[in-house]
């Protein structure tokens, strides 16, 4: 026997723990402007061309479903634009994840919806580290928040 000890290594990621990471980044379920997963699963079905349902989506998400078939497979991964192997290698998943792919593309998709043109990501935006797109991203979501709740209010008549 050896006196090596034994060090584990990392845990296998689930399709629940990497669904989740990509409807975090893409379309912002931890807000509350979040989608239904019925909505989400049109989405994913209007884009991919495949079948999918609200409750099926659900499942996958919530650990539930923990063997989708690879045409499923394919249709998370066009929506969400990742290589089918974000889903089937777990270094594939991990790598996008720890070097912030997936932050960037929630803060383009920030940038456009806030109507800010690609050109400004080149410049400071682009500069920074993955952890600082994040929070940039965040503010965009936040200040976004922040202007629909202001619409929703009602304004205090002059006396």
Sequence with gaps: MSDEEYVPGPHRMTVAEKLDHLLR???????DDKPSYKVLAARIAARSGETFSGAYLW??????R?????????ALAAYFEVPVSYFTEDDVARRMIDEGVLAERGLDRAMADAGVSAAYLLGDLAALSPEGKRIAADMIRQLRELEQYARKSPRPSPA
């Design 66 to 74: 923990t063997n989708p078939t690879l045409r499923h497979l394919r």
């Design 59 to 64: 499942q996958l998400h919530r650990g539930e």
């Design 25 to 31: 980044a893409r379309a912002g379920f931890d807000g």
